[in-house]
């Protein structure tokens, strides 16, 4: 991986900096967005979580729809993104494809089998297919594809992401939901 991308946002790293606040004061131990606890300076998957879920705010604010996902590689934030299928016209701006499509093409095989992908929503089938070609260890995702499709009229290709992942042969482990109720309120407020 490029030291000179670790950091960098599919929407800008400055815009992703100055509407994700540090929780605390960074310190040792903490990543950007100042996840972490105070005993080992370790962030838990649910610190991970609701930064995936104030992603998928931010999505909502830049006008699109409600997700947001991050790559954590070692207990380091590598990439965030947010959807921009709306303001990009693009039915593949999902955040969990953009962000398979960089790590299969920005970090080695061995970073990508530590990978953890952090997101405000179980993936679709898409995008549980782009996490397979992409070989990324760990899904840990917020709200479920059923929790989902039970709050939206419009269609939602309602495929839970272990299924694909697991008939595709994949290796990847999945795991959710976790925080579910405060991942839904961003989904309630927006559909
Ligand atoms: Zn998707």
């Given amino acids: ?9 599919t929407t800008g790293r400055d815009a992703a900096r100055s ?3 540090p ?3 960074a310190g040792p131990g903490r990543n950007r967005f100042g996840a972490g606890d105070e005993t080992d300076g370790m962030a838990t998957d649910e ?5 995936a879920i104030d992603i998928s705010r931010l999505a909502v604010e830049h006008g699109n729809t409600p997700f947001g996902s991050l790559l954590v590689v070692d207990d380091s934030v590598v990439r965030t993104a947010e959807n921009t ?4 016209d693009d039915i593949a701006a999902h955040p969990e494809f953009k ?12 970073e990508r089998e530590s990978c953890v992908m952090y997101t405000s929503t179980e ?4 995008c549980a297919s782009a996490i397979v070609y992409a070989g990324l260890g760990r899904v840990v995702y917020s709200v479920s594809v059923d929790s989902l499709a039970a709050l939206r009229e419009d269609s939602v290709i309602e495929i839970p992401c272990e299924e694909v992942i697991e008939r595709s042969g994949g290796s990847t482990t999945v795991e959710g939901p976790v925080l ?5 309120t961003v989904h309630e407020a927006f559909y």
């Fill in 47 to 51: 610190d991970y979580v609701r930064d």
């Fill in 123 to 126: 993936p679709c089938p898409m």
């Fill in 180 to 184: 579910e109720d405060e991942g839904l």
């Fill in 99 to 110: 962000l398979a499509r960089w790590a299969a093409s920005e970090l080695e095989a061995s």
């Fill in 19 to 21: 509407t994700i606040a």
């Fill in 1 to 9: 991986m490029r030291e000179s991308e670790r950091v960098e946002t």
């Fill in 85 to 88: 299928t709306r303001t990009d």
């Fill in 23 to 25: 929780r605390e004061p």
